[in-house]
């Protein structure tokens, strides 16, 4: 590829965003670029003292209908689209009086700000943007000849060319900013799609398209030989995403896939009820407790597993106090996220230097509605997000006996958590905190033995005289399809146990609840995580 420089003498500028747009045209100006501009934009550069034409002295057409017909003319088109080696073009471009514009800098009317802020069904649909998307794809089609920038962030790029071109950008720069482009307008349209889906209430439309806008290049992915990358969507859902970081490494792929899943988890508990924590390892938590404070919440979230904690992710859902800051810094963490952080726990972990800390401002709602999206070869498998919540749930008694009040709580707060945990997932716990979490195996009685097992475990560390799955409460993402996996909880020590029920042997299940004297409540909500 060669450098095939292209002189800009005309730029066209259009910008809702006008962050560094004076500099940028004072810039061009220097380099003798003609400038050509609409609306607000050229008033902008007007009034900073620059000479700048009006797009309608362009086109000889005025702007109309509030504005939705400015630039959709062959003058702007034709000047954009042109190829400038073509002879049958520069001899259309002669006939008809059209100039070249070997620039173009638009970014588009603010669709995706004005539905985050909650506005109206017309007053989103008025910050659709028509002409700058045309103009963007014309200039991106036409890159041999005409250089397109779509955000602020690359107004350096262009002027270092032209600085060292003599006016002119390069080929290598011109596809760069081209591919940029087309990604910039695809995500614009996907926004626009999923909302229009969103208010139609339309679940699986013909066509779905997600984009978004690049946060960071990451280092490697899951393994050293993977790329990755971390991008924003739109919805600006509060977690790993929106997160502050205020110190430390940056982020890994594992560190922001293990962040979002603490951070979720710890959404389920309303900061106003009680203090909570979540520590995860490889996206699931080894510890989840409830406190009267956040150090009480954290030191009953390690007891359940503190061998996994190690090198793990810890979320909280009230902001992080100087009592906790310490406690967590006595074992190795990869991660804190936390809505918020008093200036003492901020100093106190700044002593660890690559313990990164991240202020997400508020807590995910674990009601809302949206979309996952999941890759499989040759397609995408899109749902909505499981936003089922214990809080809305019916706890419906089928066995003889029914959870006393601290079972009841117990079991509350267990189904929580069994949520977030990969299936097949069985929790033990007990007094507001999880004392055994077993996760992602093939058989639920492999899951029920290995969490009873990790108890014991914990019961050995604290040298406990037993597991405190004894006088536990156990919570199933799923119906147990067979009585042995509950048995398997019962022989741990469980007294009661909630499941979503609807198996063909609940009636078997519940047979042997109450042949041990166990409570058992049906939800009729599954929590499948895979």
């Known amino acids: ?23 940028f045209a004072k810039a061009l100006a220097a380099h003798d670029v003609e400038l050509v501009s609409t609306g607000g934009t050229a008033k902008a550069i007007a009034a900073a003292g620059l000479k700048v034409k009006d797009v309608s002295d362009l086109t000889g057409f005025p702007e109309m209908m509030d504005g939705r017909v400015k630039t959709l003319h062959p003058k702007v088109h034709g000047g954009l689209l042109a190829i400038r080696d073509n ?5 259309a471009m002669k006939t008809h009086g059209i100039a ?9 009317y603010p669709f995706e700000a004005t539905v ?42 262009v ?25 910039r307008t695809g995500a614009y349209d996907a926004a626009i799609s999923n909302w229009f889906n969103r208010q139609l209430e339309i679940d699986a439309p ?8 690049l946060i960071q290049s990451l280092r490697y992915g899951e393994n050293p030989h993977q790329t990755a990358a971390f991008y924003a969507t739109p919805d600006k859902r509060p977690g790993v995403s929106t997160a502050r970081q205020l110190q430390g490494k940056e982020l890994s792929y594992n560190n922001i896939n293990d962040t979002d899943a603490a951070y979720e988890c710890i959404g389920e508990f309303d900061t106003k009820r009680t203090a909570a924590c979540v520590i995860v390892k490889h996206a699931n938590p080894c510890g989840v407790a409830e406190g009267s404070n956040l150090v009480d919440a954290y030191r009953k979230a390690l007891a359940c597993d503190s061998t996994s904690a190690f090198g793990g992710i ?9 009592d906790t800051a310490r406690e967590i810094t006595k074992i190795f963490t990869e991660v804190i996220i936390a809505p918020d952080a008093s200036e003492e726990a901020i100093a106190i972990i700044g002593g660890k230097k690559n313990l990164r800390l991240l202020l997400a401002g508020s807590l995910p709602d674990p009601r809302a509605p949206g979309l996952t999206a999941k890759t499989v070869a040759g397609g995408l498998l899109v749902q909505s997000r499981d936003n089922a919540v214990v809080d809305h749930m019916i706890f419906k008694v089928v066995t003889k006996r029914a959870p006393s009040d601290a079972e009841m709580r117990d079991l509350k707060f267990a189904f929580r958590v069994a949520k977030h945990v990969k299936s097949n997932t069985i929790i033990y716990a007990k007094d507001l905190a999880t004392v055994g979490i077993g996760a992602g195996q093939m ?22 005289a037993e597991p405190l799955t004894k006088g536990s409460v156990v919570a199933s993402d799923a119906f147990f399809p067979f009585a042995d996996g509950m048995l398997a909880c019962i022989e741990a020590g469980a007294t009661a146990v909630v499941q979503p029920g609807g198996s063909m042997r609940d009636d078997e299940v519940i047979k042997a609840a109450d042949e041990h004297g166990i409570a058992m409540v049906f939800t009729g909500t599954r929590h499948f995580r895979h």
């Open 314 to 322: 810890i979320a909280m859902n009230r902001a992080l106090d100087a």
């Open 87 to 91: 002879k049958e073009h520069a001899e």
């Open 100 to 108: 070249p514009i070997d620039l173009l800098v638009v970014n588009l």
């Open 159 to 183: 002027l270092d060319e032209l600085a060292a071109n003599n006016g002119a950008t390069t080929l290598k720069l011109r596809r760069r900013l081209a591919a940029k482009a087309y990604a």
């Open 1 to 23: 590829m060669t450098d095939h420089p292209r002189r800009v003498t005309r730029a066209l500028l259009s910008v809702s965003d006008k962050t560094g747009l004076i500099e």
């Open 443 to 464: 058989s639920r009685v492999d899951s029920a033995r290995i969490a009873a097992r990790k108890a014991q475990d914990a019961a050995n560390e604290l040298k406990l």
């Open 116 to 157: 985050d802020k909650g506005a109206g069904f017309e007053d989103c649909i008025e910050n659709i943007d028509i002409g700058g998307p045309a103009m963007i794809r014309a200039a991106a089609k036409n890159h041999d000849d005409v250089a397109v920038v779509v955000e602020a962030d690359d107004y350096k790029a």
């Open 206 to 213: 013909d066509f779905r398209a997600f984009g978004g806008k």
